[in-house]
């Protein structure tokens, strides 16, 4: 047995070791997408590069809460001027969510709009990304598009990336189906943030309104098609966010000091029954 054993071993070894040279060399072989991506001037090579394995965008919709706040709302609040507001901003209202009304309802109305659009089933659907800094519940709100839609074939899950948010969930939707992992992917970007604005700061609440918009994203052999997405670029910078942030400010509760009912927890012994 123990030479059968060292013989499978040594060739499982091979055969991975093969595999890794032949993918490092192909990979050596062509120029990296990203420097392409810097150096090209023209759209059909950007096509070519960057998408090999194609994605369309085929379906959109959008929805936004009746309610909303015009700047002339805000001249009561705080000091400003709609002048003031359109000249840096370009915004004149930003809806904001009314009493009952929630994050997940938007984005639910939002993805059965670019379904209809796109012509595609919710049953067909892969994955579910919802790109929000807000949802209803802490655990997410994703998985509720999901199941209110009617997706259950889909995977669903929340991504956090604040303004970008929108963006990366689409470039993760891209990845997704460029690996072949899924064909069909249902992108959500939506916020509430009218739920954290301090409406007394005239230097954020004139900024920040509520609603959520929805894209279908398949996949398609033909990149030269409407709708494809051309690449991507990305990058981030941590050193901004002293400039913009939304830290918790609530008090902890330690949970070794307080127990259900404000009894003191006191470590114990496992016992099994």
């Not at 509720?144 to 074939?153: E, F, K, S």
């Not at 007394?200 to 398949?218: K, Q, Y």
Request: proline share 3%; charged share 20%.
């Amino acid at each position: 047995m123990k030479p059968c054993v060292a013989t499978r071993e040594a060739m499982l070894k091979t055969s991975h070791r093969q595999l890794a040279t032949s993918f490092f060399q192909a990979r050596s072989a062509a120029p990296p997408p990203r420097a392409l991506w810097r150096s090209s001037s023209s759209a059909q090579q950007l096509r070519a590069v960057q998408c090999s394995a194609a994605e369309m965008l085929v379906g959109v919709g959008s929805s936004v809460p009746e309610t909303y706040l015009t700047n002339h709302d805000l001249e009561r609040l705080v000091a400003t001027s709609d002048e003031w507001i359109v000249t840096r901003t370009g915004i004149r209202k930003r809806h904001v969510l009314g009493k009952g009304e929630t994050l997940a309802q938007h984005g639910i109305a939002s993805a059965k709009r670019a379904l209809e659009m796109a012509g595609i089933a919710a049953e067909d659907v892969d994955l579910v990304l919802f790109a929000t800094s807000s949802p209803d519940d802490v655990f997410g709100s994703a998985c509720q598009v999901q199941a209110a839609i009617g997706a259950r074939h889909a995977v669903a899950f929340d991504l956090t990336a604040a303004c970008s948010g929108f963006v990366v969930a689409l470039v993760t939707a891209a990845q997704y189906i460029r690996a072949g992992t899924f064909r069909t992917v249902l992108v959500v970007g939506g916020d509430a943030l009218s739920r954290f604005v301090d409406w007394r700061d005239r230097g954020t609440c004139i900024l920040f309104g509520d609603g959520c918009g929805a894209v279908v994203v398949t996949a398609n052999p033909d990149p030269e098609a409407q709708g494809a997405i051309l690449g991507m670029e990305m990058g981030s910078d941590g050193e901004g966010n002293k400039h913009l942030h939304c830290t918790f400010a609530g008090e902890v509760l330690g949970l070794l000091k307080v127990a259900r009912f404000g009894e003191p927890i006191r470590k114990r012994r496992c016992r099994s029954r």
